[in-house]
């Protein structure tokens, strides 16, 4: 009943910025961890960062300086800032919740993922 719906997405010029949505739906009574991971074309899924219930967050190299990871209030949405985007940014991006608690126990869950495309 848990899912993960993701938004943001799409076309983006070299230099420009976009901003990823996920929000939690379900009964959920915690989160442990939230986090961004993507996909290029032809090639494996990979980290982008991760946020944890205290705030602390993660970043795969290739991203640091340029995207922010962050979690609401609620702590049930997590959003990807993404500035100063380079082509090799494109990919599907998908959202990850772990340690998710609900009713019938813990488990993780994947959002269904959403494109963004850098070009000109």
């Known amino acids: 009943q848990v899912q993960l719906v993701e938004s943001g997405g799409g076309l983006v010029q070299p230099g420009g910025s976009a901003r990823l949505s996920c929000a939690a739906s379900g009964i959920i009574f915690s989160i442990s961890v939230m986090g961004w991971y993507r996909q290029p074309p032809g090639k494996q899924r990979e980290l982008v960062a991760t946020?944890?219930?205290?705030?602390?967050?993660t970043y795969a190299d290739s991203v640091k300086g340029r995207f922010t990871i962050s979690r609401g209030n609620a702590k049930s949405t997590v959003y990807l800032q993404m500035n100063s985007l380079k082509p090799e940014d494109t990919a599907v991006y998908y959202c990850y919740a772990g340690g998710v608690r609900t009713p019938i126990g813990t488990s993780y869950y994947w959002g269904q993922g959403t494109q963004v495309t850098v070009s000109s």
């Open positions: 946020i944890g219930s205290g705030g602390n967050t």
